[in-house]
């Protein structure tokens, strides 16, 4: 098999001499380079475990350091006569500073030591403090006894990471209120309760041990950090703060059960994947734990990994090309014939597919009998599956929103969707029943299925399931929704063309049922008598429409509407044409009453619906018209009011000197009656007629005060005040000021000067 394989396609053969080689080159490179990659990742980490090994140790062994040094200087003092005195006998406050100096002298030679106490049992001693002799409830650092008082769990020579109250807060700019350290504890004797009577305590200032750590850490790019064996954090990290409980961290779990000094291992650390590096010390059962991201690590052999890779990429690539200019070099000529042959083959195929096409066509349009042996002879030669003898069925599938699938695909792009549902239909039933798949009008897609009796019910549940697939299956790989309606069984396929028809003309029945509905000859009950349109519905819309009452409008059509759906669609039909010529008859009104025109064609919007494809589409572009009609009345009634309403301002002005000028008068200029003429103006201006007029004299009145040098009696006659107290009444209320004083007020701000008096003409 494998040698006709090669035989049959030249360029296959060639490539068959390449591979080989080609692939045990490949192999050979990625082998290589995962074993020296390999090798070189195990290297770094070797040279980074050392390296961190090393600063841990360095660490440890000042801890070790510490830890000596603060044995020897307490064990010291506690042999010293002066500290003797604090811890056995109770001293005078006037011989208190040769003992303040001696505890200071033991602080400067230490520059570790924060502080010191001297506790014994009742007082305590502190330097460096403001006061150097304390009691217990004196005493600002209250933490240290309840650890005093607990010698079970802090015994002599052991040492407790505390906060401790920082006693330059206050006097040095910027120190902190608190401050940690590591008080090493000193006890010579205990009572049966457990609490110290006499202690030394030394408190070892916490910035030693962080200054220490840091400089591995700016080193080394590695988090160090010390645990006591209880999983705690005895030091400085940026992870965690002081005295943080690291116990239920996985690698201080491993840390803690391993039974070695030091070792490593890689794990991932709070979201990161790390080296692990820890030891512990000799003094005071502390672990060093030093955590270093895996990618620090082995950055560099990553680098040169992906170096080897792109040119074991390049090395690929280059082959490939190489391998396929020598082929086609050498099986051009061959190819051209492979590539002619195939071309014959998709053209015969195509024109096969055709010709079967043409067939089908010709067998549905015949109403003729046809001959079943002439039928099996042809449905041999075209390779058709169905058997004339049996019982046919029909099932015609519609695009849905064909109009926006035209919009949106071209004429070649359309044909190609519709082979698309064509093979769904075919891949779907090819083994579910015989069948041929028939592309006809440009929506539609005919199925011809073979079926056991012309008895079986055209709704059984399996057809309606595998018609559910296809729906399923059209829309998810072609983002086309179809409608399906079935026909009855019938017997012979001259029957085809009758039974189509019929099938086409129940499909219209979605516009009732929707989009993506399956259509049952069984399931369309209709009612036999003629329709009649109510022609008490119809006056109702077309009154309506005229009123200018589009709600009501909109309910009435979908009463129409709906009692039409309870006919044929031949009913629903005509009932659409004459909705459309009340609305027209409504529209000729309203272009007759309000002088407006409206953009509607009677032969456009029945071509429109026509192309509709269900009531709530058509409901829906009926309410869109009412909408539109009513923007275009609303907009012509405002234009109407603003020209009624500059009327009204331009009476105002022209008769402002009238004192009879009111409502009244104005209404009767205009020819409307008062109330309906007031209840317009403020609603339109929001403000009443005679506010209106009473506005503008007292503008044009105040503009005659400050710019004119007539009398105030004469300006308020020329404003058309009959009343000189109502005048001035309403001048002050409105400008704060008499008349002659407003005159004076614009006198002085040089408003004095002759200019045309243009006063507002609305407010």
Not at 172 to 182: E, F, I, L, R, S
Not at 627 to 655: F, G, S
Request: negative net charge; hydrophobic residues 40%.
């Amino acid at each position: 098999m494998f040698k006709k394989f090669v035989l049959k396609n030249p360029f296959q053969l060639f490539l068959t001499i390449l591979l080989p080689f080609l692939v045990s080159t490949v192999l050979l490179l990625f082998v290589q380079s995962s074993l020296l990659s390999r090798n070189f990742e195990n290297f770094a980490l070797k040279q980074v475990y050392r390296e961190q090994l090393a600063d841990l140790q360095y660490t440890s062994r000042n801890v070790s350091t510490l830890e000596q040094t603060a044995r020897s200087v307490s064990t010291t003092a506690f042999f010293d006569d002066i500290v003797t005195d604090l811890l056995y006998t109770d001293i005078d406050s006037d011989d208190s500073m040769k003992y303040q100096i001696k505890l200071q002298s033991y602080k400067n030679i230490y520059p570790f030591l924060q502080s010191i106490y001297i506790y014994n049992g009742e007082q305590i001693y502190a330097v460096p403090r403001a006061q150097f002799i304390y009691d217990r409830t004196t005493f600002d650092d209250q933490g240290i006894f309840p650890i005093l008082d607990d010698i079970k769990n802090h015994p002599s020579h052991s040492i407790v990471l505390r906060k401790i109250p920082n006693i330059m807060s206050g006097i040095a700019t910027g120190a902190v209120k608190d401050m940690y350290v590591y008080s090493y504890l000193f006890f010579d004797s205990q009572v049966a309760s457990g609490k110290v009577n006499e202690a030394i305590i030394l408190n070892i200032s916490e910035e030693w041990l962080r200054q220490s750590i840091h400089s591995q850490n700016d080193a080394g790019g590695s988090r160090i950090f010390v645990t006591d064996s209880t999983g705690m954090l005895l030091s400085t990290d940026h992870a965690h703060p002081l005295l943080a409980n690291l116990s239920d961290k996985p690698y201080i779990q491993r840390i803690n059960a391993s039974k070695v000094q030091a070792g490593n291992f890689r794990m991932n650390v709070d979201g990161v994947d790390s080296f692990v590096t820890y030891t512990s010390t000799d003094a005071f059962d502390w672990n060093l734990v030093s955590i270093t991201p895996y990618h620090d690590i082995v950055k560099d052999v990553e680098r040169m990994k992906q170096k080897t890779y792109l040119f074991v990429v390049l090395f690929i690539v280059g082959s490939i090309l190489l391998t396929f200019y020598f082929s086609r070099r050498l099986v051009v000529p061959m190819s051209l014939v492979i590539q002619k042959y195939n071309q014959l083959e998709m053209e015969k195929r195509g024109e096969s597919y055709d010709r079967k096409q043409q067939f089908l066509r010709k067998i549905m349009h015949s109403k003729g009998p046809l001959s079943a042996d002439e039928l099996r002879r042809q449905f041999l030669k075209y390779d058709i599956s169905l058997d004339p003898s049996a019982a046919f069925l029909i099932v015609l599938f519609k695009i849905d929103h064909f109009s926006d699938f035209c919009a949106t695909y071209s004429r070649g792009d359309r044909s190609l969707l519709k082979f698309g549902i064509v093979n769904i239909v075919t891949e779907l039933m090819q083994q579910k029943a015989a069948h041929e798949c028939l592309e006809l009008e440009e929506d539609q897609v005919m199925l011809l299925l073979n079926v056991d009796s012309l008895d079986a019910p055209s709704e059984q549940l399996l057809l309606v399931e595998w018609m559910q697939q296809i729906q399923q299956h059209t829309k998810q790989f072609l983002r086309l929704a179809v409608s399906v309606t079935f026909s009855e069984p019938f017997e012979t396929l001259s029957q085809l063309n009758f039974h189509y028809l019929k099938t086409l003309d129940l499909s219209y029945y979605r516009l009732i049922y929707g989009h993506e509905s399956m259509i049952f000859s069984e399931h369309i009950t209709v009612r036999t008598e003629d329709f009649k349109s109510s022609q008490e519905k119809d006056d109702e819309l077309k009154e309506a429409l005229i009123q200018g009452h589009f709600q009501e409008a909109k309910d009435a059509l979908s009463a129409m509407l709906k009692d039409a759906t309870a006919y044929s669609y031949s009913a629903l039909s005509s009932m659409f044409i004459r909705i459309l010529l009340l609305i027209r008859h409504a529209i000729e009104v309203l272009e007759t009453n309000h002088a407006m025109k409206v953009d509607f064609h009677f032969n456009a919007y029945l071509m429109k619906l026509q192309k509709m494809e269900t009531i709530e589409q058509i409901m829906a572009d009926f309410s869109a018209l009412f909408d539109r009609l009513a923007q275009e009345l609303e907009a012509k009634k405002d234009n109407k009011y603003l020209k009624l309403l500059d009327m009204v301002n331009q009476i105002v002005h022209r008769e402002l000197a009238n004192p009879a000028l009111s409502l009244d008068y104005i209404a009767d200029e205009v020819d409307l009656s008062p109330p309906y003429l007031g209840k317009l103006f403020k609603k339109h201006r929001l403000v009443s007629v005679s506010d209106f007029i009473n506005n503008v004299r007292l503008a044009y009145a105040s503009q005659l005060v400050a710019t004119s040098t007539d009398t105030i009696t004469d300006i308020m006659e020329k404003s058309g005040f009959s009343s000189r107290s109502h005048f001035f009444t309403q001048f002050k209320k409105v400008y704060g000021l008499t008349p002659s004083q407003y005159r004076m007020n614009a006198k002085q701000s040089g408003y004095s000067d002759k200019r045309n008096i243009d006063f507002p003409e609305s407010f």
